[in-house]
């Protein structure tokens, strides 16, 4: 096998434990993201006693080759995103985890744990205020957006 | 989005559990060895180091995370303030020369050691069974010290001439004070 860089090394054992013992609701795509470790499809599922449950959600990872000391680019992606005051019909997520606060001991895991969570304390199912104006002027990239990280509560 | 939920699931995977059935050996293995992985690439710790909060990580990735956001120096796993000059690092048996001279990470600190305290020796005065201390010192000194030291300006009085009245009053004065000074000296000898 070729010599894998840091972040390869890191994402191939991230990726073993997560399809080995994988949170509850959360599922990797193995073999898509074993043929290109740079981009991983998550599926998702609302647990249960929430407003999402039942539902399916599939998240997308991109990882840069300074990974694990740059955040990952989470979206979601598919049919269906998730009615949520932080996450835009676009897919992507304010979520102070993927940009300012940021750490390299994070991981795939984790951030779908932050995912699942903040998704669990939602209280009422609808957009944030600002959705179709940030859809219209938004980079693709959510990493460039400068996000207001101002609700602590979900 | 809440940090407390977070930390706790994950803490909750990690838990060892001796309740649980203990696995082969093999998996025994892999848990020791997962104790050791720095918390950044994964892996067993290369050039190991403790942050103050007690986290482990192999030097270069720790000092790459900390060169990363200078204006933000917070442990990656606790967000306790740390830096880089604030890890102590750890030296196991096998001695690991990892650094590689192409890439610019400078050395981790040095371990501080303090030297042991030398209560044992100086048995020279065989008083009693080695209960016995002595200590000679002079109580005024620090002040006195200061007082012929830190006068600037002002320059002592020469002595006065022979047989003037100053001149025995100045020997009266140094008389009381030699035997204001014998008896302290007695006094001490005899407490």
């Not at chain 1, 193995?30 to 981009?39: V, W």
């Not at chain 1, 269906?80 to 795939?108: E, F, K, M, Q, R």
């Not at chain 2, 060895?33 to 290369?46: G, P, V, Y």
């Amino acid at each position: 096998m070729a010599a894998m860089s840091p972040s390869e090394r890191r994402l191939q054992k991230e990726l073993m434990s997560l399809m080995r013992e994988p949170p509850p609701g959360v599922h990797v795509d193995g073999d898509q993201a074993g043929q290109n470790l740079t981009q991983w499809i998550i599926h998702m599922e609302g647990a249960k006693g929430t407003l999402y449950e039942g539902e399916r959600f599939q998240l997308q990872f991109k990882f840069s080759s300074k990974y694990p000391f740059d955040s990952p680019e989470v979206t979601f992606i598919g049919g269906n995103i998730p009615v949520h005051p932080h996450v835009y019909s676009n897919g992507h997520i304010c979520l102070s985890i993927l940009t300012d606060d940021w750490s390299p001991a994070l991981s795939v895991q984790s951030v779908c744990l932050s995912i699942v969570s903040m998704l669990s304390s939602c209280k009422e199912k609808k957009r944030p205020p600002d959705n179709s104006f940030y859809v219209k002027t938004c980079n693709k990239n959510p990493k460039k957006t400068k996000w207001w990280y101002h609700d602590d509560s979900v | 989005m809440s940090k407390c939920e977070l930390a706790e699931m994950s803490t909750a995977k990690e838990q060892p559990g001796p309740s649980k059935p203990s696995g082969s050996a093999q998996e025994e293995k892999e848990r020791d060895e997962r104790m050791f992985e720095c918390n950044i690439c994964l892996d067993t710790a290369k050039d190991a180091v403790v942050s103050m909060c007690g986290h482990l990580f192999c030097w270069p990735c720790l000092y790459q995370w900390l060169e990363t956001r200078p204006a933000r120096q917070l442990c990656p796993v606790c967000k306790a303030a740390i830096s880089k000059e604030k890890v102590i690092p750890l030296y196991g048996r096998g001695i690991t020369k990892q650094e590689d001279p192409r890439n610019n990470v400078p050395p981790r600190p040095a371990g501080q050691r303090s030297e042991p305290e030398a209560n044992a020796g100086f048995s020279g005065f065989g008083f009693g069974e080695g209960g016995f201390h002595m200590s000679f010192g002079i109580g005024a000194f620090p002040f006195g010290f200061f007082t012929s030291t830190f006068n600037f300006g002002e320059t002592r009085p020469g002595a006065a001439p022979r047989g003037s009245p100053q001149f025995l009053e100045e020997q009266f004065l140094s008389k009381v004070f030699l035997w204001v000074a014998l008896v302290f000296i007695c006094w001490l000898v005899m407490a």
